[in-house]
């Protein structure tokens, strides 16, 4: 692919869940743009891995934190503000899955799903929209999934987290639009990372998988990453609201 041009230089994001993944992905593109990039996740491993990886010295900030704990959430936009001076733009990447039936899953699983998914970019969002709309700008990007549309086996309360980030999107989208912030969300089908690695990796699976996608094939990390820095840009500074269904056609069938 050409080498494409976001117009983030200079520009100051938050990527929860940076450490692997579609996060990681972002954060990189972002970096190589010239962003200032934040990055959290709960493990100090992981953290300590990504930042080697991006090797983005005073340009990455890694902070280890919990995105549905309030005071991680507020700590670590204190950092991001000490480290940075302000905040241009969110993504709420961070999501998790334990696949379970939603008729036998027991509170304390439900209560994860939505804590990590749900609750997690409802805090984040909350700090970020307080913060960016004094100066009447930003811009919000949360990663959803084909799961908050369709009901599957096992991805339940999955989905249901999910479907409350699009609901939440266009609430904030509402309530964020008088001070100049766009909030969207990027909604992608299966993408090559850890968190589906016990799916594509399995032959038979990934076949069943692929032959749902009109594309004919999973995503890359880069795949949802694009949309997502489109998102972050100026060029889409009068979309808000909408979720972007990043799925090789998949929902379109
Ligand atoms: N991969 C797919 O097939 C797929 C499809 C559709 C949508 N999505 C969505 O895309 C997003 C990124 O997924 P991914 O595939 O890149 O996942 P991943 O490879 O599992 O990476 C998840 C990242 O989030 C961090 N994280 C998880 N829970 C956290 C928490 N509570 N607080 C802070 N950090 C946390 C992880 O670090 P730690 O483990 O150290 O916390 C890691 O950096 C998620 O929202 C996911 O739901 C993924």
């Known amino acids: 692919m050409a080498t494409i041009s976001y117009g983030l230089n200079g520009k100051v994001f938050l990527v929860t869940g940076g450490s692997r993944g579609i996060g990681f992905e972002i954060a990189k593109m972002m970096l190589a743009e010239g962003a200032k990039v934040a990055i959290c996740g709960r493990k100090q491993e992981g953290l300590d891995a990504a930042a080697a990886e991006l090797a983005a010295g005073e340009n990455l900030l890694a902070v280890s934190a919990h995105v549905a704990k309030e005071e991680?959430?507020?700590?670590?936009?204190?950092?991001?503000?000490?480290?940075?001076?302000?905040?241009?733009?969110?993504?709420?990447?961070?999501?998790?899955?334990?696949?379970?039936g939603a008729v036998d899953a027991d509170f304390g699983l439900w209560q994860k799903i939505v804590d990590s998914n749900l609750n997690g970019t409802f805090l984040c969002s909350r700090k970020a929209g307080q913060i960016m709309r004094e100066k009447k700008q930003g811009k919000i990007v949360s990663i959803t999934s084909i799961a908050a549309r369709r009901a599957a086996p096992f991805m339940g309360i999955y989905g249901v987290a999910k479907a409350g980030i699009e609901m939440?999107?266009?609430?904030?989208?509402?309530?964020?639009?008088?001070?100049?912030?766009?909030?969207?969300?990027?909604?992608?089908?299966?993408?090559?990372?850890?968190?589906?690695?016990?799916?594509?990796?399995?032959?038979?699976?990934?076949?069943?998988?692929?032959?749902?996608?009109?594309?004919?094939?999973?995503?890359?990390?880069?795949?949802?990453?694009?949309?997502t820095l489109f998102f972050c840009s100026e060029a889409a500074n009068f979309i808000t609201g909408q979720i972007l269904m990043v799925d090789g056609g998949a929902t379109a069938v």
């Open 72 to 100: 991680d959430v507020n700590r670590m936009f204190d950092q991001v503000v000490e480290q940075f001076g302000t905040i241009d733009g969110l993504v709420n990447n961070v999501g998790m899955n334990i696949a379970t």
């Open 168 to 227: 939440m999107t266009r609430v904030l989208a509402q309530e964020l639009a008088p001070f100049n912030i766009q909030v969207n969300a990027v909604a992608p089908c299966m993408v090559r990372t850890k968190f589906s690695q016990p799916f594509w990796s399995n032959a038979d699976i990934h076949d069943q998988i692929v032959k749902t996608v009109p594309l004919g094939r999973i995503a890359e990390p880069a795949d949802v990453a694009h949309p």
